[in-house]
């Protein structure tokens, strides 16, 4: 039986790093107030010209070289992001580009927050299937371009920050029982929500599509309902976790890392208390980054592996709650990345 594994993982955060303090120059908050209520220090955002597909490119080569690797031995690309480089086409093709890869296929998802774990999920069937062997697994954001950094929008703005993180799958082959690699995936969806999170302009169901009042109006730029967001999180977080335990038949006692999308320091907080996971087995670093979307999970599993916070045989948990709403999670028996073994 073929099952997937990390072969390698990089990131990339753009060198222009936010603090709160230097918010404050362009909207009405404070450092107190932004690391309080979300934990946010800083974040990173990308300068003029860098785009996602070269913050992801960049993540890429980190993880190509982690896994001992080439571009030509990729077999395919997947990219998920809600701010690709252009409306068209995605931004999967500019990373096969960048890397000269051969003309292998390349695929953007937009799942926002839980991009990763949708992307992640994906790969995994092509690698069970047999399809391929070696996946490209991207996630990357640059949202500093499209926020709304006056005071109107301070409570998305305050939270986000742009980066890119990959991770290269691989085909492992397993005997009946033995355990290797990502164990189970769950996605899912709620559209009903689709207004409590979301940038409504420029989109095609407007005619024309762009128009000077839109660029006027503020509705080009992310709203959020947080209150609501936040007890919908707090809701399905759990719900998807224990969904990936029992699936596998483990307990929250059995895991030895969650790793939770970063969007709220609060949220993360609450549930690992709901959950009853001690926080020391819980990777955050929302704290340098801020909320990098679906850059978040592939930059976290990067740090996970740099901090040795992951070792061979740990049961990993990943999981995520984002626009859409959208929420997922993958349950790994983690491998150390053979071309890391000693
Ligand atoms: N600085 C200072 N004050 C602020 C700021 C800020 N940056 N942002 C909001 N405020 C003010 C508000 O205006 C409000 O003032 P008022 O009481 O006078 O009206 C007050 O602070 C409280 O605002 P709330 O929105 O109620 O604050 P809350 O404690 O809920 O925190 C937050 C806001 C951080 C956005 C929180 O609701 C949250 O994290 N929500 C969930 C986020 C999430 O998980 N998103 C999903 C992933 S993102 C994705 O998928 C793309």
Redesign the pocket.
Known sequence: MKRSIVLGAGKYLPECRITNDDLTRWMD??DE??QQ??GVKSRHFATEGEGVADMCANAARDALKMANMEAKDLEFIILAT?SPDYAMPGSGVLVQKYLGCETIGALDVRN??SGFIYSLSVADQFIRSGMYKNVLVLGGESHSSGLDLSTRG??IS??FGDGAGAVILGAVDVEEGEEAGILTTHLHSEGHFLRS?WCEQPGSIFRPRMTPEIFNNDRWFPK?K??F??TH?LRRFPEVMNEALEASGYKVDDLDLFIPHQ??LR?IEFVARQIEIPMEKVFTNIQKYG?T?AGTLPICITEAIEENRLKDDDLLLIAS???GFTWGSVLMRWKTPPALRG
């Open positions: 908050t404070t107030w932004i209520r979300t809600l926002q927050c301070r409570d305050a939270m999170l959020m947080g209150r967001v936040f999180a969007a709220n949220i909320n979307t709650f984002g626009a």
